[in-house]
């Protein structure tokens, strides 16, 4: 199979977008993940692909509170800048968590978690995550992620 065009296909399933994020050396690291979907309830579990050339999640994965933010629909332009080289965190508004989180201003909802576990899965590795607090908004809207583009819903 050609990976381009199974990337493209892949895409056509419309997602959120989340940056997840942490304090390293005092100060804030992260990376803008679309993967993000929830498993369980009890206990609490979430989880995201990462793929395994990223830079990021090897420096994240040993942060004691790994803050999820799910983004709201005008945070397209922070994804992008939180997913490129360089200090990604220039002009970000961000807050620590009650668990010591990094938790992007403004986003829809929050989460604070910690590692619970890593399956390596082909060219990734899903990370799965246990939730210590969560916070969100209930008038927000979202931001969609389809075939490369942001959305908003109508
Ligand atoms: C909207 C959007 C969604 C992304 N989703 C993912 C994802 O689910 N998993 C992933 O590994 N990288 C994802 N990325 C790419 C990462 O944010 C980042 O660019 C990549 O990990 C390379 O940077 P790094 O070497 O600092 O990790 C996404 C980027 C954008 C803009």
Same mark, same amino acid.
């Given at each position: 199979?050609?990976?381009?065009?199974?990337?493209?296909?892949?895409?056509?399933?419309?997602?959120?977008?989340?940056?997840?994020?942490?304090?390293?050396?005092?100060?804030?690291?992260?990376?803008?993940?679309?993967?993000?979907?929830?498993?369980?309830?009890?206990?609490?579990?979430?989880?995201?692909?990462?793929?395994?050339?990223?830079?990021?999640?090897?420096?994240?994965?040993?942060?004691?509170?790994?803050?999820?933010?799910?983004? &709201? @629909?005008?945070?397209?332009?922070?994804?992008?800048? %939180? +997913?490129?080289?360089? !200090?990604?965190? #220039?002009?970000?508004?961000? *807050?620590?968590?009650?668990?010591?989180?990094?938790?992007?201003?403004?986003?829809? &909802? @929050?989460?604070?978690?910690?590692?619970?576990?890593? %399956? +390596?899965?082909?060219? !990734?590795?899903? #990370?799965?995550?246990?939730? *210590?607090?969560?916070?969100?908004?209930?008038?927000?809207?979202?931001?969609?992620?389809?075939?490369?583009?942001?959305?908003?819903?109508?």
């Amino acid at each position: 199979l050609d990976t381009n065009t199974l990337r493209a296909a892949f895409a056509r399933f419309p997602s959120g977008v989340t940056v997840v994020a942490a304090l390293v050396e005092g100060k804030p690291a992260g990376m803008a993940v679309s993967s993000f979907t929830s498993i369980s309830l009890d206990p609490p579990l979430i989880a995201a692909s990462i793929q395994r050339t990223s830079t990021t999640w090897p420096v994240l994965r040993k942060a004691t509170t790994l803050g999820v933010s799910v983004l &709201a @629909h005008d945070q397209g332009e922070l994804s992008r800048q %939180l +997913s490129r080289p360089g !200090h990604r965190f #220039a002009g970000v508004r961000w *807050s620590l968590g009650s668990s010591g989180g990094v938790l992007i201003d403004g986003a829809s &909802a @929050h989460f604070e978690s910690t590692v619970h576990s890593e %399956l +390596s899965a082909g060219d !990734h590795v899903i #990370a799965l995550l246990e939730v *210590s607090a969560f916070s969100y908004e209930s008038i927000s809207e979202p931001l969609v992620f389809h075939a490369s583009s942001f959305r908003k819903l109508a």
